[in-house]
């Protein structure tokens, strides 16, 4: 199972909105709506921000939205502030009940 | 509270062994899938495999298969994944992380592991 393909960094004025995407193949992405996303900050366990393409779990922002169409995913960051400077993950559950991440998106805030 | 609670860091030699834990507190153990993710110093996040507390069921990514087994201890709510002839590239933090279905994204994460390995 090869990785998701994500853009290696993203970079975005505070304030303003910046887009991820997430490729991967018709046994994945595009095969079930289990995409999810994960925030990680240095030295930190990933936390869960976005699930099944584009359900935010209780406590999660509003301003973290995410879509699919096809074998692409996307994670929108909306009103980006310093805190959401971070890696962020995409990942899918896949025709043979395991699991592929992408290869992760730094996103700075400028 | 719900938790998960993994063994400290270890140092290995090449061609050796490695037997991470995660103890889980605050659920029902056997109500859920603990899944392994490994991430090497500035790279990013790869997905080994799941286990299935209540059966013991597995599946592990094929790039780990004949290497790694994960199994569990319903008795102290613990998991565990083995990695086998461990090489300077299974230089990690593993971490495990629970689900409630093998399609249920990973909403609580153990605090990772630091496994080095090095002649």
């Known amino acids: 199972q090869s990785a998701l393909t994500q853009p290696a960094s993203v970079s975005g004025s505070p304030g303003q909105s910046i887009t991820i995407s997430c490729t991967g193949t018709s046994s994945d992405v595009s095969f079930y709506n289990y995409v999810s996303w994960y925030q990680q900050h240095p030295g930190r366990a990933p936390k869960l921000i976005i699930s099944?393409?584009?359900n935010r779990p209780s406590g999660v922002s509003n301003r973290f939205s995410g879509s699919k169409s096809g074998d692409t995913a996307s994670l929108t960051i909306s009103g980006l502030q310093a805190e959401d400077e971070a890696d962020y993950y995409c990942?899918?559950?896949?025709?043979?009940?395991?699991?592929?991440f992408g290869g992760g998106t730094r996103v700075t805030v400028l | 509270q719900v938790q998960l609670v993994q063994s400290g860091a270890e140092m290995k030699k090449p061609g050796a062994s490695e037997k991470v834990s995660c103890k889980a507190s605050?659920?029902?153990?056997?109500?859920?899938?603990l899944h392994w993710v490994r991430q090497a110093p500035g790279q990013g996040l790869e997905w080994m495999g799941w286990i299935n507390p209540n059966s013991g069921g597995t599946n592990y990514a094929q790039k780990f298969q004949g290497r790694v087994t994960m199994t569990r201890d319903t008795s102290i709510s613990t998991a565990y994944m083995e990695l086998r002839r461990l090489r300077s590239d299974d230089t990690a933090v593993y971490y495990c992380?629970?689900?409630?279905?093998?399609?249920?994204?990973?909403?609580?994460w153990g605090q990772g592991t630091m496994i080095t390995v090095s002649s």
């Open positions: 992380a629970r689900g409630r279905y093998t399609s249920s994204p990973f909403k609580v």
């Open positions: 605050g659920f029902t153990f056997i109500d859920y899938y």
């Open positions: 099944e393409v584009s």
């Open positions: 990942s899918s559950f896949t025709s043979s009940t395991s699991w592929v």
